[in-house]
């Protein structure tokens, strides 16, 4: 804050003795009234920050239910929620990929004796879907699972329509080989890199998985054919 200070005659008396007042003007200038620790956040992603958006497109689930899935899964995974504008919710790109790795649907009754056999094993399932099998048929999520019936349950909070194309016995270990296999070529991912939605021929990712698992060791817990 600034004073600025003026003189200036206002009126003349009797002999001539000039009565002067002093005004003093107070300026305010330069004030910015806006603490800089007020300012709205910048909506550009701070480096190494993912937005949940981001991380509902890897895992292939809606954005509100990936919303839902962080703050429920954040004490147990040891993840930190980073709130934004507009309490949008964004993660570090390792709590993200501890979330994506992680992602486990909750187990429930109607799983089938061939998934509690899996767990027993060692094996789970890797399986292909089509999440929208009418409205756009090369729209494809692949994956792995512990327990086939909870995963596709929990897709169709998404995609209520999906049909399921084939499953295959599968260890976890293998999961990262069989979608480098599945997705070589002749496909298109949707959503960031850790996305598991591609756009693709139906046949043909359904021959290049089962030309990736006739070369590997499985146990007879069964596979499963395409939907009726």
Known sequence: MKYWRAAQPLTTWGNGVTIRVVLFCVVLVGINTVSPQLRPEQTEQPNGMVSIS??????GINKDYALRLAKQRAAELGITLHYGKRNALSLSRED??????NYRPRP??????NNDLGRFTGFGYFYIIQLHPEDLPIRLKIGYTDSL??????HR???????????????????????????????????????EVFDGDVQEFLNRA???FALMPHPDIGTTNVEG
Do not use: H, Q
Request: aromatic share 4%.
């Open 108 to 113: 429930s009754t109607a799983a089938t004796e």
């Open 149 to 154: 019936d909870v995963r596709l349950s929990d």
């Open 210 to 212: 089962e030309a990736f």
């Open 54 to 59: 981001t991380v509902a497109d890897e895992l």
């Open 96 to 101: 993200a990929d501890r979330l994506v790795n």
């Open 157 to 195: 909070t998404n995609a209520p329509t999906l049909k399921l194309l084939k499953s295959w016995s599968c260890k976890r270990t293998w999961e990262e080989a069989a979608k480098a296999s599945i997705t070589r070529e002749d496909c298109r991912r949707i959503g960031g890199d850790r996305s």
